[in-house]
């Protein structure tokens, strides 16, 4: 089998991510990539579903809050799970 050397630009962390997924499967980035490549040609598409998410404006609200919580210096955080219990107890 012929192949053919072909670039593409990819996000740095994601690449780091991937890289590090592929190979905790046994596989480089570029078997990883052929992988994809095939199961596109077998199925004739994408092997999977690309959708936009459909989130109820609870479920966004709760996100934007979180996300606020997690910015808010304020808010009190635990490293442990100890540290969390004895918290609660009080």
Excluded: W
Aim: hydrophobic share 40%.
């Amino acid at each position: 089998m012929a192949t053919t050397p072909t670039q593409v630009r990819i996000d740095t962390n994601i690449k780091k991510e991937a890289t590090a997924l592929f190979s905790s499967l046994g596989l480089d980035m570029s078997s990883a990539v052929n992988l994809f490549l095939h199961q596109c040609v077998l199925r004739g598409g994408l092997p999977f579903a690309v959708e936009m998410p459909q989130y109820s404006d609870k479920t966004l609200s709760a996100m934007a809050e979180a996300r606020r919580i997690s910015r808010d210096p304020d808010v009190k955080g635990y490293t442990t799970m100890d540290e969390l219990k004895a918290a609660l107890d009080d």
